[in-house]
């Protein structure tokens, strides 16, 4: 309904476990990583625990789309089954066909022996064999048992079934009970994902909305998010609840955004049973308190002042100091407006010495060799401070890739010295991150039209902007009410291509291309199992988070020489 009012294609807070709105933090990656590395060990178990709502089902999924052809998969969703029913409903995922002889239903041994037999027989095929549950918790531990006795075949360089067991926190508690020691013992990985920190919650609200199609900022204020992360204390299913209803209040009154007066009568409606958050004060009460204060405060200042007029008209000596004369009532001043002329200069960063042409064996120097001097405290620059143009902005990137773009275009000096431009205006907070790389951004200070600045270092909460010589430091939050997703930046092309692979090239940038792939599917088994140069990009782009589309395009080349270490400028930690 509000997907049209917002500029979106689509609603993008479907609580459905969608891998294409997955949004990778730091510990999401690790998750990932723990499933990874347990198909790869060889051993018996691999535990990946989380609160309700953190996303665990989302990165099953996103898990099963990179596992190697040869893995076979039996997925339970519904494990609250006897022994017997676990063993039926495994070799039914299996298609293990089970025959019965005699009276009566079949027995656990009717289901052990032909599953013996399957596991034994694609073994020798060279196939992997995977038991995933979801909601484990709801395992007795009788049922744990029989999985352990599962994992007991095995050969001398692994076990032939791998169990996956993914729940709620409470399955650790079980695990780590004195009857399961045995089982314990045979978890090889295991994660707990956590909730999002605030930050996070913020990039998560923003990558999900730049998925569904939006263009430009997020439609929520700076408090808005604020209190979206304490209702939802950062668990992404509530987030995803919130965020809807908030957006479709939003779109029924007709507001241009969501600010905080939206987030908690939308919590009112979705999270009725459970009582909010301290802080979250009706807003009327909060401006009522807030009136009352300034008029309690009023009357005290003004009963202070009229005490001193009359002790100054009657001439009274005063109590302490040495005043001699009445003076005029002093205003306190106000805090000066930030001057870019008195902002404390930062020198531009020093070109690093190097050739004139770049290639994919004569890298760009390591940009760490270059150094900043303390930046200054966080403050917003004015207009008047920053780049007039993207032009300036693409030469002062020049200068952190030591190569001088002359001329009117710097795109088309860049080319000639093996670099691309590169440019967008859908990009988000969180894909900064991920890309790592300097940029110019295009800004929107109030009451000015788009200005410019080179974006040189990040953090989780903060980033920093250059133009010329000067630099600001500011918080994630901050940047995002003046940034709407434009981003251009440049990047080395290896040798012999200027635009995107396409299927079945054989010339030197398929080449390259296919040489770094097969160095990074050592550590991806997706990448390994794919037969051809298209699925092999295929799969890095679905590694990624990137549009899988199987062409090799600026953004997959960039991801490429991110992952495989090609030197370019990184953006760096800033320093205050």
């Known amino acids: 309904m509000y997907a049209e009012y917002f500029g979106l294609k689509q609603e993008p807070f479907s609580i459905a476990p969608d891998p294409h709105y997955l949004f990778m933090s730091e510990r999401h990656r690790e998750a990932l990583a723990h499933l990874l590395y347990g198909i790869r060990g060889g051993g018996g178990f691999v535990l990946l625990s989380g609160e309700i709502g953190a996303g665990k089902t989302t990165i099953c999924r996103c898990f099963l789309e990179q596992l190697p052809k040869h893995c076979r998969v039996a997925y339970i969703f519904n494990p609250k089954l006897t022994v017997s029913d676990l063993l039926k409903t495994i070799c039914h995922e299996f298609q293990i066909p089970v025959q019965h002889t005699g009276i009566g239903p079949a027995t656990i041994k009717d289901h052990l022996d032909p599953l013996n037999e399957y596991l034994l027989a694609s073994h020798a095929k060279g196939q992997q064999n995977i038991l995933i549950i979801d909601e484990a918790q709801n395992l007795t531990p009788h049922v744990l048992e029989q999985l352990r006795l599962l994992t007991n075949l095995e050969t001398a360089e692994r076990k032939l079934l791998q169990v996956i067991l993914i729940g709620q926190p409470e399955l650790r508690q079980m695990v780590a009970r004195p009857e399961l020691e045995q089982l314990a013992q045979r978890v090889i990985a295991r994660f707990h994902l956590s909730a999002l920190t605030e930050m996070e919650t913020r990039q998560y609200i923003q990558h999900r909305m730049g998925i569904g199609g939006l263009r430009g900022p997020i439609p929520f204020s700076a408090t808005a998010l604020k209190r979206i992360h304490t209702i939802t204390r950062g668990v992404p299913r509530r987030i995803n609840l919130l965020c809807d209803r908030s957006l479709l209040g939003a779109y029924a009154n007709g507001l241009p955004r969501v600010d905080q007066a939206v987030v908690n009568r939308a919590a009112t409606e979705v999270f009725e049973s459970e009582a909010l958050p301290p802080s979250a004060t009706p807003v009327w009460v909060q401006r009522w308190t807030a009136g009352a204060k300034n008029l309690l405060l009023g009357a005290l200042g003004g009963g202070i002042v009229a005490a001193a007029l009359f002790w100054l008209w009657h001439g009274s000596p005063a109590p302490s100091g040495n005043i001699s004369e009445p003076t005029s009532p002093t205003v306190a001043a106000s805090p000066p407006a930030t001057n870019p002329s008195t902002t404390t200069p930062v020198p531009a960063p020093a070109a690093a010495s190097t050739p004139s042409d770049v290639s994919a064996t004569d890298p760009v120097p390591d940009p760490t060799a270059r150094v900043e001097a303390p930046l200054p405290s966080i403050s917003l620059p004015t207009a008047s401070a920053l780049l007039t143009s993207e032009l300036a902005g693409l030469r002062e990137l020049g200068v952190l890739w030591s190569k001088p773009l002359e001329g009117a275009d710097p795109c088309a000096s860049a080319l000639r010295l093996g670099l691309q431009c590169f440019r967008t205006d859908r990009m988000t907070l969180h894909g900064l991150i991920q890309m790592d790389r300097p940029a110019v951004l295009t800004l929107y200070l109030p009451g000015h039209d788009g200005r410019w600045a080179l974006l040189t270092a990040i953090t989780q909460d903060s980033v920093t902007l250059h133009s010329g010589s000067e630099a600001w430091r500011l918080p994630l939050s901050v940047l995002a009410d003046i940034w709407r997703g434009d981003y251009a930046t440049l990047w080395q092309h290896?040798?012999?291509?200027?635009?995107?692979?396409?299927?079945?090239?054989?010339?030197?940038?398929?080449?390259?291309?296919?040489?770094?792939?097969?160095?990074?599917?050592?550590?991806?088994?997706?990448?390994?199992?794919?037969?051809?140069?298209?699925?092999?990009?295929?799969?890095?782009?679905?590694?990624?988070?990137?549009e899988t589309?199987?062409?090799?395009?600026?953004?997959?080349?960039?991801?490429?020489?991110?992952?495989?270490?090609?030197?370019?400028?990184?953006?760096?930690?800033?320093?205050i």
């Open 494 to 546: 290896p040798p012999g291509h200027q635009g995107v692979l396409r299927r079945g090239d054989d010339g030197p940038a398929g080449a390259w291309l296919r040489q770094q792939l097969d160095q990074l599917a050592t550590n991806q088994p997706m990448i390994a199992s794919a037969n051809n140069l298209t699925r092999k990009i295929e799969a890095f782009q679905r590694s990624q988070g990137l």
């Open 549 to 575: 589309d199987g062409l090799a395009g600026p953004m997959t080349f960039m991801q490429i020489n991110r992952v495989s270490g090609v030197k370019e400028p990184r953006l760096r930690s800033p320093t």
